[in-house]
C-alpha cells in the first residue's frame, strides 16, 4: 500500500503566496512523476505542473511564471510553490504520482486534496 499525505493549503489574498506539500509513504520501489493538478466545480480536473524524475518540469500555461514544483526524491515528496495567487487559482489541489511499488508493479495514485482559496 502507499499513500499520498497533501498538506499547505489554506487562505490567502489575492497576490500572495502558498506551499503545497504532498508525501509519499508506504511499499514504494521508485517514484517516476509526481504531479499537481486542480479540479473546480463542475469543470475537469487539469494538470497544474508535472516533474520527472531526472527533474524535468511542465506547466499549465495558466501557471507559468507564478508556481514552481520541485522534488525531494529522499524524502519521496513533491512541492508546490505558489506565487502572486489570483481568485482564479481557487480550488482543489490534488498530488498524482506514478510509482513503481516493491512488488514492481506500476500504481498510479492520488492524494486526498487540499482546498486553496485566494479572496480579499
Known amino acids: 500500500q502507499v499513500q499520498l499525505v497533501e498538506s499547505g493549503g489554506g487562505l490567502v489574498q489575492p497576490g500572495g503566496s502558498l506551499r503545497l506539500s504532498c508525501a509519499a509513504s508506504g511499499s514504494i520501489f521508485s517514484i517516476y512523476d509526481m504531479d499537481w493538478y486542480r479540479q473546480g466545480p463542475g469543470k475537469q480536473r487539469e494538470l497544474v505542473a508535472a516533474t520527472t524524475s531526472s527533474g524535468n518540469t511542465n506547466y499549465a500555461d495558466s501557471v507559468k511564471g507564478r508556481f514552481t514544483i520541485s522534488r525531494d526524491n529522499a524524502k519521496n515528496t513533491v512541492y508546490l510553490q505558489m506565487n502572486n495567487l489570483k481568485p482564479e487559482d481557487t480550488t482543489i489541489y490534488y498530488c498524482?504520482?506514478?510509482?513503481?511499488?516493491?512488488?514492481?508493479?506500476?500504481?498510479?495514485?492520488w492524494g486526498q486534496g487540499t482546498q486553496v482559496t485566494v479572496s480579499s
Open positions: 498524482h504520482t506514478v510509482i513503481v511499488a516493491t512488488s514492481r508493479a506500476l500504481m498510479n495514485y
